[in-house]
């Protein structure tokens, strides 16, 4: 069962025909309980018609629905939007929505990504990312992560078609929660959302890699690498000192036997750090050995940290490196304004859409 206190959208179908049992009721309320949540998205139990008043006071004294308090709301319609939601103990978490057309040449039409946190925080600790800055508070409930999605959509009338756990948080250190809460996302009952549509990035988990390999869905994995040698991204992203480059890769194997598809490189450039033509030629090999691709990312600057982006001579000759070895790379990089910088210190990564062949990538 989720976490307390419970939210409705946590809970699976099968939950909810377990919570009709034991109150003897039969089964086809838990159904009715999830069209009201999932397709008639009402914000109160109170609403739901058809379950009798005894029911619906039994729900309102166990559950809450999890449409969350938006605490600040920044951006306009057509930007990208981010909104600060508040959770049950007044903790503040970060949903970033990417609407359809935001820039890049108009390519994303019909594909509004949603960017979600899976902690409060993140123990992970690596040097360049602000969400590690005030440490580590709690995961997130399943209920909580769907949540997000929910309230989103409710706030802005869209429909979100891709999601990416690129939020606050690691979400393979809360591996329970995120799986639940895909699930939930995926169920036809439930959001609906097509598996390929939910990327799930990772600072590089290797153990829970491979647990996550073997769930019956196919979910699009983003690995955080950040270097291509230990000594590079140990310096960091202390996870590595756990998990050497050699381990990530051994799990990614695993993962591909399992899914059999393309996995995502993220790769910040993060000048003198580790956007060497060295760096980007022992990536190079590294990715070739797994079917992957790689996108590369200019560090966006935070407050208060010392790292830069390099300039964009060195961000093409990296580029080029990766490119000359037949590797799939893209280059992120912002046109009009910044949209990374209207998401703050979260990293937004659509898995596809954005990605034009490295050739062609803007100059
Ligand atoms: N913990 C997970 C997911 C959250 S971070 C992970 O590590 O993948 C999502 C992405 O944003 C990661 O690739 C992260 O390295 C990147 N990121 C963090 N801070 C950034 C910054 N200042 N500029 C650019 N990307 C950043």
């Known amino acids: 069962m989720p976490d307390s206190p419970q939210i409705a959208y946590g809970m699976t179908l099968d939950d909810w025909i377990e919570w009709m049992e034991e109150r ?8 009715q309980v999830v069209e009201w949540l999932f397709e008639k998205r009402v914000s109160s139990f109170d609403e739901m018609t058809n379950l009798s008043r005894d029911l619906r006071d039994q729900l309102i004294g166990e559950f809450t629905i999890g449409l969350l308090p938006t605490v600040r709301l920044t951006g306009s319609q057509d930007t990208t939007r981010k909104f600060l939601f508040q959770l049950h103990d007044s903790r503040l ?10 820039n890049f040449d108009g390519e994303r039409s019909g594909r509004l990504t949603l960017c979600v946190s899976s ?3 993140c123990a992970y600790d690596c040097k360049f990312c602000a969400s590690g800055l005030a440490g580590f508070t709690r995961n997130l409930s ?5 949540s997000q999605v929910m309230t989103a959509e409710h706030e802005t009338g869209d429909k979100v078609r891709n999601i990416v756990f690129m939020g606050m948080g690691e979400p393979l250190a809360n591996l329970t ?8 996302l995926n169920a036809d009952w439930g959001m609906n959302l097509g598996a390929r549509h939910m990327t799930v990035s990772t600072s590089g988990l290797a153990p829970q890699i491979e647990k996550l390999a073997t769930i019956p869905m196919q979910i699009r994995l983003a690995i955080s690498l950040h270097g291509a040698t230990d000594g590079v991204r140990e310096r960091i992203m202390p996870v590595n000192k756990k998990y050497s480059i050699n381990r990530l890769f051994e799990a990614l194997e695993v993962w591909f036997r399992h899914k059999k598809q393309m996995i995502t490189f993220e790769y910040i450039l993060i000048e003198g750090v580790n956007d060497s033509v060295e760096q980007a030629a022992i990536l190079a090999k590294r990715v070739k050995s797994l079917h992957a691709k790689v996108n590369l990312i200019p560090y966006n600057t935070v407050e208060g940290l010392p790292w830069k982006r390099p300039d964009i ?5 990296f580029l080029r490196v990766l490119s000359n070895a037949n590797i799939t790379a893209t280059i992120r990089r912002e046109k009009g304004h910044d949209i990374d910088a209207a998401c703050g210190q979260l990293r937004l990564q659509e898995d596809e859409g954005l990605e034009r062949p490295a050739s062609s990538a803007q100059g």
Not at 93 to 102: G, Q
Not at 142 to 146: N, P, Q
Not at 177 to 184: E, G, Q, V
Not at 313 to 317: E, F, I, K
């Open 24 to 31: 003897d009721q039969p089964k086809f309320r838990a159904k």
């Open 93 to 102: 978490i970060e949903t970033v929505k990417i609407p359809a057309n935001a």
């Open 119 to 121: 902690q409060v925080g």
């Open 142 to 146: 399943a209920g909580e992560i769907v």
């Open 177 to 184: 929660n995120l799986t639940r809460a895909l699930t939930i």
């Open 313 to 317: 001579p060195a961000q093409d000759a």
